[in-house]
């Protein structure tokens, strides 16, 4: 995966997950959001741990 597309990831995570919270929608497309901003996010998330891990163990 290419950087851009992962950070892209976590932005529309963080998105689905900040409009989950604030609008005033039904219950299931709440939810909805909230399960799409969690897959995202900790995707995201894990995909950049391991690419940092590997460009500091690739240093060090």
């Given at each position: 995966?290419?950087?851009p597309?992962?950070?892209?990831?976590?932005?529309?995570?963080?998105?689905?997950?900040?409009?989950s919270?604030t609008?005033?929608?039904?219950?299931?497309?709440?939810?909805?959001?909230?399960?799409i901003?969690?897959?995202?996010?900790?995707?995201?998330?894990?995909?950049?741990?391991?690419?940092?891990?590997?460009?500091t163990?690739?240093?060090a």
């Amino acid at each position: 995966m290419k950087m851009p597309m992962i950070i892209s990831m976590l932005v529309i995570g963080s998105i689905a997950l900040v409009l989950s919270i604030t609008l005033p929608v039904p219950k299931t497309i709440q939810w909805i959001l909230l399960i799409i901003a969690v897959l995202l996010n900790v995707t995201s998330a894990v995909t950049l741990m391991v690419i940092g891990v590997k460009r500091t163990r690739g240093t060090a």
